[in-house]
């Protein structure tokens, strides 16, 4: 991941094919209007950018022939050289949830990628075993810490009342665990440390990160610094200008998400809209 910024930025296009974008595309709401989908998505980043976020929901609603779809989208992205994040938000007890980890990140899988998108309400620690293969084969995973959606804010700004960590807001400590993880890791291969640590946390770009209790100056003072995929930049309002007062110093491992806010441009004009995102994004960072 950390190579693909480095050549390509911090774009990441979202595989978002809702209804209402496959019938803008002129393709049908069918497993094989998304695979149509997905496969322009990837041919139009190829080359262009270096991350694709293909969001599993909207092929999981076609069962059996959707993730078949997703299956040749996640092969096309591959040849392509392009670094996939499934947005799949698993979580569930170690031993239920160890099995996510090996369908989306076991090399060879059918829906192999190089990240997957976790949640951590059974506690980050039930997340451990998914967190050892990714690491164990080079792959990441974000953990949802402060979402973009208006819905998380109750649940997700709760402090924690216990376990030698009061006045932690819930999303304060996914984050605070998951860079715990990172430095751990880091010293643990006793390896010189990386730039960027295996496991990220999600943090909603539409988000006043304090109000949550996610603290980005200390969090973003760690080596290796933390991945944050960051959503919620264009359709949900947040704009890329805003970055660096967004995620202050997390803001050089953030993975920007658009979807909406591209795909809208229609399969003909993707590849120049993602072009002119990403050098609008490279813009706002330099
Ligand atoms: O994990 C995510 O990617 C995610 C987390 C979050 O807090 N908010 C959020 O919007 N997302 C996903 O990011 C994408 C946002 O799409 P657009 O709003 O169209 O750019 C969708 O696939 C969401 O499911």
Same mark, same amino acid.
Request: hydrophobic share 45%; glycine share 12%.
């Given at each position: 991941?950390?190579?693909?910024?480095?050549? /390509?930025?911090?774009?990441? %296009?979202?595989?978002?094919?809702?209804?209402?974008?496959?019938?803008?595309?002129?393709?049908?709401?069918?497993?094989?209007? $998304?695979?149509?989908?997905?496969?322009?998505?990837?041919?139009?980043?190829?080359?262009?950018?270096?991350?694709?976020?293909?969001? %599993?929901? #909207? #092929?999981?609603?076609?069962?059996?022939?959707?993730?078949?779809?997703?299956?040749?989208?996640?092969?096309?992205?591959?040849?392509?050289?392009?670094?996939?994040?499934?947005? +799949?938000?698993?979580?569930?007890?170690?031993?239920? %949830?160890?099995? /996510?980890?090996?369908?989306?990140?076991?090399?060879? @899988?059918?829906?192999?990628?190089?990240?997957?998108?976790?949640?951590?309400?059974?506690?980050?620690?039930?997340?451990?075993?998914?967190?050892?293969?990714?690491?164990?084969?080079?792959?990441?995973?974000?953990?949802?810490?402060?979402?973009?959606?208006?819905?998380?804010?109750?649940?997700?700004?709760?402090?924690?009342?216990?376990?030698?960590?009061?006045?932690?807001?819930?999303?304060?400590?996914?984050?605070?665990?998951?860079?715990?993880?990172?430095?751990?890791?880091?010293?643990?291969?006793? +390896?010189?440390?990386?730039?960027?640590?295996?496991?990220?946390?999600?943090?909603?770009?539409?988000?006043?990160? $304090?109000?949550?209790?996610?603290?980005?100056?200390?969090?973003?003072?760690?080596?290796?610094?933390?991945?944050?995929?960051?959503?919620?930049?264009?359709?949900?309002?947040?704009?890329?200008?805003?970055?660096?007062?967004? /995620?202050?110093?997390?803001?050089?491992?953030?993975?920007?998400?658009?979807?909406?806010?591209?795909?809208?441009?229609?399969? @003909?004009?993707?590849?120049?809209?993602?072009?002119?995102?990403?050098?609008?994004?490279?813009?706002?960072?330099?």
């Amino acid at each position: 991941m950390h190579e693909s910024i480095e050549r /390509y930025g911090q774009l990441c %296009v979202g595989i978002d094919p809702h209804g209402f974008l496959l019938d803008a595309w002129g393709l049908p709401r069918t497993a094989a209007g $998304l695979r149509e989908f997905g496969l322009r998505v990837v041919d139009a980043a190829s080359g262009t950018i270096g991350m694709l976020k293909p969001q %599993v929901a #909207f #092929f999981e609603v076609f069962g059996s022939t959707g993730f078949a779809a997703l299956e040749e989208v996640l092969a096309a992205a591959r040849t392509a050289g392009l670094i996939v994040i499934a947005d +799949a938000k698993r979580g569930d007890i170690g031993s239920s %949830v160890d099995a /996510y980890g090996d369908a989306w990140l076991t090399p060879g @899988s059918p829906l192999e990628a190089d990240a997957v998108t976790l949640a951590a309400y059974t506690g980050t620690g039930s997340l451990a075993g998914v967190f050892d293969l990714a690491e164990r084969h080079d792959k990441g995973a974000f953990v949802l810490a402060a979402t973009s959606n208006p819905e998380s804010q109750v649940l997700q700004t709760a402090t924690v009342p216990d376990g030698g960590r009061l006045g932690l807001t819930v999303a304060g400590l996914v984050a605070t665990e998951i860079d715990e993880w990172n430095r751990s890791r880091a010293s643990v291969d006793n +390896a010189e440390s990386p730039a960027l640590g295996s496991i990220g946390v999600v943090l909603g770009a539409t988000k006043n990160l $304090l109000d949550y209790g996610v603290d980005a100056r200390s969090l973003g003072a760690s080596a290796p610094l933390m991945p944050v995929l960051a959503p919620g930049f264009g359709h949900q309002g947040a704009r890329f200008d805003d970055i660096r007062s967004i /995620y202050g110093p997390l803001t050089a491992g953030t993975i920007v998400s658009t979807s909406r806010s591209a795909l809208a441009a229609g399969p @003909s004009a993707l590849r120049d809209t993602l072009a002119a995102q990403a050098a609008q994004l490279a813009g706002a960072l330099s």
